[in-house]
């Protein structure tokens, strides 16, 4: 098994380019499945959940390549509506895609995604959505089984809680159903914004976009003709890159992002003190004289982002006093608190607030990757740490960000991928 050991106490310098999002790129690869052409997608993430997710496509019987951040997904030839345990364990957003296969099929079985690290992250909002849209959903073996013999229909969705692929879900079955739909307190996250201009692009009739009322006039069951688009740029990744900048007291940019998208999270920077420049298409940090505490919320887009609420945590261990930091959307997404301390943080935890005491001196340690953000939090702290800190079980870390250990060292990080 892969881990990285990386040495901390390392000046950044320079630039690094951002990929494309995979919370953008795993619902229009699923998205796919409406379309009766082809469909080239560009920008997309080498990164192992977007390879997850192409394998589940291709089980299905779609045709599929991915070369060059390039993917070409045919899935015309899909002859099967099942989206099996052992793939769908490996990563919950296969859940994506429930909608598309039920809205051109009629029917399908995906497996319930079933918890992660983060929380138990149902899925009673997709499928309370789906029923009211006229499907008939049982939960059998671990299986959601849906049918809707006659297509889905349009309906009048509210949802209690903001959910982001619950929202894909819905968007993607509407756009084949019969009749029109409307979402109220839809998510507005730039990846849900995304997917709903690729479908408008491709002759579904969508508005509202990128507001929380949606309305979607669904073709009748017509396949569509998706237009080829690329990729927006992550902004989590992003966001990852410049606490890396701000942990080592380093002027690093990011390229290749849109600093629309990161406005909570640089709102955030520039409160603790950094200076942060924008231009169209990049963002640079510049070190700070004294790292101010901080006190986070994380929120639903436009708030700040529960993606980046590990990150930050690291950072503040680097702050001149104490900051807080509420978890609003998840009820377990502290597993990065418990490494830290080992790294020598001092963080003290209620039910979803940390208060994180500092500053302290990070030292390097054996620790080891959770989930996907508490990984990226473990490679900041180690960027700050003196000595070596070797981080385990980076298959989480793979799962969500592209070359990371390249575009560190690219930018003077020690680190380096080793197997044990
Ligand atoms: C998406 O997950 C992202 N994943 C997550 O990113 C992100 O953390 C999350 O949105 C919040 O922004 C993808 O886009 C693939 P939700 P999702 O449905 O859609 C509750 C990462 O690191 N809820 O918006 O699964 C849920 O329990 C990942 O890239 C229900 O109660 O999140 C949570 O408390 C991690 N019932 C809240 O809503 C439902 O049916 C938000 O969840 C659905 C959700």
């Known amino acids: 098994m892969d881990f990285l050991e990386i040495e901390g106490g390392k000046k950044l310098k320079g630039a690094v380019q951002i990929s494309g999002a995979k919370n953008a790129a795993l619902p229009l690869l699923t998205c796919t499945l409406l379309s009766k052409t082809p469909v080239h997608i560009g920008n997309v993430p080498n990164v192992a959940d977007v390879k997850t997710l192409l394998q589940l496509l291709e089980n299905l019987g779609a045709k599929q390549n991915f070369d060059n951040n390039q993917a070409l997904v045919d899935t015309s030839g899909v002859n099967s509506t099942c989206a099996n345990y052992d793939i769908v364990r490996k990563m919950r957003a296969s859940i994506l895609t429930l909608g598309p296969l039920l809205t051109r099929f009629g029917h399908c079985e995906v497996s319930l995604p079933g918890g992660c690290a ?71 996250e730039p990846e849900v914004v995304q997917l709903c201009e690729a479908l408008n692009k491709s002759g579904v009739e969508i508005k509202g976009i990128g507001s929380a ?92 982002p529960t993606d980046m609420q590990a990150q930050f945590m690291a950072l503040c261990t680097q702050a001149d006093g104490t900051s807080l930091i509420d978890e609003r959307l998840f009820e377990n997404r502290f597993m990065h608190v418990s490494e830290l301390l080992r790294m020598g943080a001092n963080i003290k935890l209620t039910s979803h607030t940390a208060t994180i005491y500092a500053p302290t001196k990070l030292t390097g340690a054996d620790v080891m990757a959770t989930d996907l953000r508490a990984s990226s939090a473990l490679v900041l702290a180690a960027l700050a740490a003196e000595g070596t800190t070797r981080i385990h079980r980076i298959y989480h870390l793979d799962r969500g960000y592209e070359n990371l250990e390249g575009k560190l060292s690219n930018l003077g990080a020690k680190i380096k991928r080793l197997s044990e």
């Open 118 to 188: 983060i929380g138990q992250r149902p899925i009673d909002l997709h499928l309370k959505a789906l029923e009211m849209m006229g499907a008939d959903i049982d939960i059998r073996q671990g299986y959601v089984i849906a049918s809707a013999p006659k297509g889905l229909k349009g309906a009048n969705i509210v949802f209690d809680k903001i959910t982001v692929t619950g929202s894909e879900n819905i968007i993607m079955a509407a756009a084949l159903a019969h009749g029109t739909t409307t979402i109220s307190n839809a998510a507005k």
């Open 213 to 304: 009322e949606i309305e979607i006039q669904g073709s009748g069951g017509k396949l569509l003709d998706i237009a080829d688009f690329s990729v927006i740029p992550d902004r989590i990744e992003a966001g990852t890159y410049l606490c890396a900048g701000a942990i080592t007291n380093s002027e690093i940019t990011v390229t290749n992002v849109i600093p629309e998208h990161l406005k909570a999270l640089i709102s955030k920077l520039i409160s603790m003190g950094f200076e942060v420049l924008k231009t169209e298409n990049s963002i640079t940090i510049k070190p700070s004289s004294k790292i101010l505490p901080a006190d986070i919320e994380t929120l639903e887009y436009p708030g700040f």
